[in-house]
């Protein structure tokens, strides 16, 4: 099961006007594993994720996606296999209803149209939103968009799940239903984040990027129990493993 | 600002009605567009002085509307607003045109008067056929009739963006002046420089949000075509609909139904 795995190796990307989002980015994500990408505002994050479907070409490095080297040939075969779910569902959402919208992507995988609606409803059924599907992306909930903007990518029956920031913007209820669902996804799956309690519950492996490069890669308790590599990259421990701010006892870890 | 915010409701109104499952919905959308577009042909085609021949084609946006369950008051919003227009083309006929055409014993009506009320007339009209022709069928069906009959994929691909980025523009500006409205102190009116700079970021925010939306499209395997929601496949049924409404608006337009009819009632009385 070669192709749910991602290699990047020495990425590199410079920007139009000059600016360096990557200086060297190399890491390896093997079938089933579950990785956060953590780093401070404009530590390259989002820069790297839009490599991972060609939305960007790298400037130096490459990328390999499963049994191919990411190319502008193998860049329709690459996107299938790659589900990526944007931070903002209202750029996801563009078709008039629930169900136009998840049946989108297949359709433009020019699958049959009985299949196409199984599969739609399977989607939907999944993230739990069967019963918007008839209605307009512009009258859900965030909670419930975000569910949908999942179901868009899970009806192509993707290998790799990608996702930007995928609990912002949830309220608590959403956001811990949401971690219930990503937790279920036997995917490989990759999410950025600034969500910390939400890496530290979902994810067990987490690259941490500084300046456009990878300052660590391990375990993501082990990351997150380092405090200086923390400060120095601008983030910090996640809420649960800081101390109680009431009776002052140090919670998990 | 609550204009705004009710014109982009009003456009989601059009979407959420062409979702309905009658006859009309589910007829072929190229026979739709076709009709339409005989209808709006045959009405624009009268001379500029005629208004009574133009009022039996009152039965095609009434029956579309009954037979398409839409609420005649949708319709009725939307076609007012090319009244202005409609009016400011026709609105100096009657004092160029002065010449008596109409004289209703003490009442006479010159040319002028006749003219206006024909533009208005033929305006509201073609319009309300065109928004009950999306409202029944729904534009991304009907921009995938305009290509099946034709017209090239990129200007029906052109017109399904522009469609869709309406939304994207309208919620961008509606944050916009939202934002301006909180720090301007109450006052109604923004200055000209406040003004241009406004329209500016708006460009550029809505050319960004417009980027993420088509990368979104393209991380889903969009390759530049569009699929309908359903498949159709141009029937009987269609073709009768089509040849159906054609010939009548044929006939309406090559004899003077109310004329005749007139001619009719006035016949029995004497």
Known sequence: MSHHIVEVTKLR????????????VSFRIT???????????????????LHLNGHLVPSEGSIRIGDYPLTRTTLPEIRRTVGMVFQNPD????????????????LNLGIPR???????????????????????????????????????????????????EPTSGLDPCARRQLMQLLKEFHHTKIFTSHDLDMVLDVCERTIVLHEGEVRADGPTREIFADERLLLECRLEKPLSMQGCPVCGTASRR | MARIDAASLDITQLDRLALGDTFLHRLDPR???LVTAVFIIAVVSYGKYEVTALVPFVLYPAVMLAQGRIPFRVIARKAVFVLPFALAIGIFNPFFDREILVRLGPLSINAGWVSCAAIVARSLLTVAAAIILV???GFPSVCWALERLGMPRTFAVQLLFLYRYIFVL???????????????????TMGMSTFVSLIGHLLLRTWERAERIHRAMLARGFTGEFHARREFRFTGT???????????????????VSRIFGNLVTGIFR
């Not at chain 1, 079938?31 to 994720?49: D, F, Y």
């Not at chain 2, 269609?238 to 003077?256: A, E, I, K, Q, T």
């Open chain 2, 135 to 137: 409202a029944v069928t």
């Open chain 1, 31 to 49: 079938h089933g594993e579950s990785v956060a990408i953590i780093g401070a505002n404009g530590a390259g994050k989002s820069t790297l994720l």
């Open chain 2, 31 to 33: 026979a739709k567009v």
């Open chain 2, 170 to 188: 309208v919620e961008e500006g509606r944050n916009a002046s939202r934002a301006r409205e909180l720090r301007s102190a109450g006052k109604r």
């Open chain 1, 13 to 24: 990307h410079v920007y139009p006007d000059g600016t360096e989002a990557l200086r060297g």
């Open chain 1, 114 to 164: 009985e299949e196409v609606e199984q599969r739609v409803l399977d989607a939907l059924e999944r993230v739990g939103a069967g019963h918007v599907r008839n209605k307009a992306p512009y009258h859900l909930s965030g909670g419930e968009k975000k569910r949908v903007a999942i179901a868009t990518v899970l009806s192509m029956s993707p290998d790799i799940l990608v996702m930007d």
């Open chain 1, 91 to 106: 750029d996801q959402l563009f078709m008039p209803t629930v169900y136009d919208d998840v049946a989108f992507g297949p």
């Open chain 2, 238 to 256: 269609d073709l009768l609909f089509l040849l159906g409404w054609s010939s009548l608006f044929m006939v309406m337009r090559y004899w003077n």
